[in-house]
């Protein structure tokens, strides 16, 4: 049997140069690799094409898709036509083919029957050259992805067929299901016993072992042989030793009023269970969406987790972070007239709590990562895991702020930016910072009516917000001195000034 994300794995083991064909029925697919990472990637499939890639990111319109025919000039590459002729910029082309390299590779996870081959080469480039693709996250994302297949546990399965972990930890990104199995990996099962002793469905199962190995982050060796792969131990390893527990950091005293509320918030996540959303809220049953707007906003800017900073101990920070998903929930709940009528007649729907919170804590995972390469300026990157942060949890007011704050720094991705700037103002209608990111994106695009718009209603909001005073400043010929953007790295997460 092969696969792609078993030849992307080799590649990346063996920093491998060359290129990789994948063919099956007309489907045509190459990938050039260097050093194992990604260069670029050809396709015969026509919603691949870089046309339509173009068109579908807002680069190029309806009318220039359809007049491609006639930039096209032999020996000369489409892309590099456009820029010449002005209809793109290099930027614009440059995440065009970003997007189609990754499409081009995730769309081959799904098939165990396609023909692969792979034909070594000397490099392309010189020593040194920075690869823009990873192919581990490529696999990461195409086995994810991608739809359970029977030939999963042909690959894995076998008597006698024993996974061992690599590493000495294993990575951050895993969910906790996935850093479980990592560790079980340690006993020394067969695959098979290692299912049952797993306790999880067997395609789940099946999918996280071939996410770990695609991942290089388990093996195999025969039961009965003293060899595995090169560089690991030749036996299994004991389960790692828990660590030794971190000196505990002293938190900083919070100032009286700042007690109060982290008093308040514990309370009333206390309280949840007995408590409607109209209670929450401190509302009536009868209370119109402006009362509703009205308590939601008293209430959020009493227990927004990002109020209390360092001051809270790790379980008060869960409870209050709860608390405050609860609330915004209750919000959007209210403010539908079809939620709150099915919820006034049905009540809540039974909640999942194990599932949420397992699904919250992969969310967070990926919104810490996403934040952290948005800090580096790797925003196309950024961009791929806030997304998938909130494709897990979509309810957080500052992932939707944290991704159009880096779609924002993409051009082509100006009109989604607003999209999910105005997404963030929905769900927290409290917060000034949404209305700060559209004004600058208004701003920077010439909308500057728009702009001051936004800049006055995070006003509203705080009437001492700086960088929107300054903003004003300036549209009115005022100064500008001293300003900080609001994509700077310190921005985000810190306190206003």
Known sequence: MDHIGLRFREIVLQAKTGRLSFQRGGI??????????????TTNVSEERLGEILFRTGKISAEVQAAL??????????????VER???????????????????????????????????SGRFFEAGFEQRISLPLIIERGIRNMEFHPALKTLLAGKGKIPFPKGDSPPAFLNDEEKTLWHRTAAGLETESLLAASGLPPEKFWKTVFLLYGLDLVDFREAGTAGTSPGASSRPRE???PPEPAAVEEKPSPPPELREQIAEALELHRRLAEMDYYQLLGVSRTAD??????????????????LFGRHL???????????????????????????????????????????EKDRGKQADVRFRQGKTLYNAGRF????VHLEEAIRLKDEKGDYYLLLAMAESKIPAMAKKAERDFLKAVELEAWNPEPHVGLGVLYKKVGLTARARKEFERALELEADHRLAKRELEEMDGGPKKGLKGLFSKDFFGGKKK
């Open 28 to 41: 045509a697919k190459s990938f050039l690799v260097q050093d194992g990472g990604l260069l670029s990637a």
């Open 69 to 82: 025919p006639k930039y096209s000039v032999p020996n000369h590459f489409i892309g590099e036509s456009l």
């Open 86 to 120: 002005r209809l793109i910029s290099q930027r614009d082309l440059y995440e065009a083919l970003l997007a189609q390299y990754n499409i081009i590779a995730l769309t081959c996870f799904s098939f165990f029957d396609a023909a692969l081959a792979f034909e070594e």
């Open 239 to 241: 389960a790692p030793a």
């Open 289 to 306: 969406d402006a009362e509703v707007k009205k308590g939601y906003l008293r209430l959020a800017r009493r227990i927004h987790p990002d």
């Open 313 to 355: 101990e790790a379980e008060d920070k869960t409870k209050i972070d709860e608390l405050f998903d609860h609330l915004t929930k209750a919000y959007r709940t209210l403010s539908s007239k079809e939620d709150r009528a099915a919820y006034s007649q049905k009540g809540p729907a039974p909640a999942r709590p194990d599932e």
């Open 380 to 383: 196309e990157e950024a961009v």
